[in-house]
């Protein structure tokens, strides 16, 4: 019977954070490592000095403070370069 409280509670507490934030969970972005300039791109770069700066952030966060020069939108540039980051061992994106 615990398990499914547990189940119950998280499933709870998933829909109300999912309700607050207009009906969709911001996954966690977590820093793991520096990348050396020859290894990104500029724009890679001022995603993960965001994120080391900030150690911890959900997605939502981290592009609303994100401060690159570029033409397209900082949301855009996010998933673009987000692979990347991951494959690269850079940061650890969480649901």
């Excluded at 500029?42 to 150690?55: E, M, N, R, W």
């Amino acid at each position: 019977m615990a398990n499914k409280k547990t189940a119950s509670k998280k499933a709870a507490t998933k829909k109300s954070a999912a309700a607050a934030n207009g009906g969709r969970v911001s996954p966690t972005v977590k820093f793991k490592k520096m990348a050396e300039e020859k290894d990104l791109p500029p724009q890679a770069l001022g995603i993960l000095k965001a994120v080391q700066k900030k150690g911890e952030t959900t997605v939502k966060e981290l592009v609303a403070s994100l401060k690159i020069e570029s033409s397209q939108p900082m949301s855009a540039l996010w998933g673009f370069y987000r692979a990347r980051l991951i494959k690269g061992g850079y940061i650890q994106v969480a649901a």
